[in-house]
């Protein structure tokens, strides 16, 4: 199975995903990845670690457009997938940080759950991996 990603034409800042069983895309199944707008604004692009894988699988959310929101990256919050400050327990030593993100419109997104995904906070099917499915029981 291949992953394809393409630039959406008709919106600018979303990504589309392709899972293709074969080389070709074109009879790929598109889903599309949402794009965090404040990405550029702040410093956890910066952290190339991943958390603890929390689940296998992501979790759908209502965002509302003009909130800005905390994803727990490293894995530890007790309200996955936003991040409640356990990061901060100093006895826990952790060095993550939550990835704050906004999204364009009001709706129902996909988070990322296992921590794994290269479009923090939004799930790309990262977690479909052997290694992955296998590390959750």
């Excluded at 600018?12 to 790929?28: E, I, T």
């Excluded at 959310?61 to 994803?71: A, E, G, M, P, R």
Aim: charged share 30%; with cysteine.
């Amino acid at each position: 199975m291949s992953i394809i990603l393409k630039r959406s034409l008709r919106t600018p800042g979303l990504l589309k995903v392709c899972y293709s069983s074969s080389s070709q895309s074109g009879d790929a199944t598109a889903k599309t990845i949402p794009k965090n707008l404040v990405e550029d604004k702040q410093t956890a692009v910066l952290q190339k670690e991943n958390g603890v894988i929390f689940d296998k699988r992501p979790f759908k959310i209502h965002l509302d457009k003009d909130k800005t929101y905390s994803w727990c990256l490293c894995g530890k919050s007790k309200s996955q997938p936003i991040c409640d400050g356990t990061h901060k327990n100093e006895f826990l030593k952790i060095k993550l940080r939550p990835i704050r993100f906004k999204v364009e419109k009001s709706g129902d997104y996909w988070l990322c759950n296992c921590k794994q995904t290269s479009h923090r906070p939004f799930c790309d099917g990262t977690h479909k991996q052997p290694e992955i499915q296998a590390a959750v029981k």
